[in-house]
């Protein structure tokens, strides 16, 4: 016959045990992008399709965030390569790049260096359906060593606008 206490310790056992797998298991398990107020864009710094492009991508991703905010005033809020810096050369999901920098948009790219100039290829991401609400390619015709106001401008402010006013 079992003993009474021993069937009570094992009891109590399986359940701290259950209780320790319960509460890893919702830890590892990813939440919902964070429900925001208004709308927010993390600028990551874009990719580089090959070491040419090195250091015009930092200058670019700068303008975009001027720009962003200029153009996005209080509506939209920036967060740029000081803060997404940590997912700079990685592969990480939207999505987690979003819940971990609470915001509803992400706004990536790729520099390449060609013959005729850097072209530049940008897209917008809404978290929400991991929908592309924004793309643009724009070509830059200096050397790629020169930080382009210009073509951070018009990211910016594309990306502003399909924000505040999508189609």
Do not use: C
Request: proline share 4%; charged share 20%; net charge positive.
């Amino acid at each position: 016959m079992l003993n009474p206490t021993w069937l009570a310790r094992a009891t109590a056992v399986t359940l701290v045990a259950l209780a320790v797998f319960a509460i890893a298991r919702v830890r590892r398990e990813p939440s919902a992008p964070v429900a925001a107020t208004h709308a927010s864009v993390a600028v990551l710094i874009f990719d580089e399709a090959d070491s040419a492009s090195t250091g015009y991508n930092t200058g670019l991703a700068e303008a975009i965030v001027a720009s962003t905010a200029s153009a996005g005033g209080k509506h939209v809020e920036v967060q740029g390569p000081g803060t997404t810096a940590a997912f700079d050369g990685n592969k990480t999901p939207i999505d987690t790049i979003a819940r971990a920098l609470r915001v509803t948009h992400v706004l990536t790219g790729t520099v390449r260096r060609a013959t005729d100039g850097v072209h530049v290829y940008a897209q917008l991401v809404r978290v929400s359906d991991r929908r592309h609400i924004w793309t643009a390619r724009l070509k830059d015709t200096l050397p790629a060593d020169g930080m382009r106001a210009d073509i951070g401008e018009q990211i910016g402010r594309g990306a502003v606008q399909a924000i505040i006013a999508p189609k």
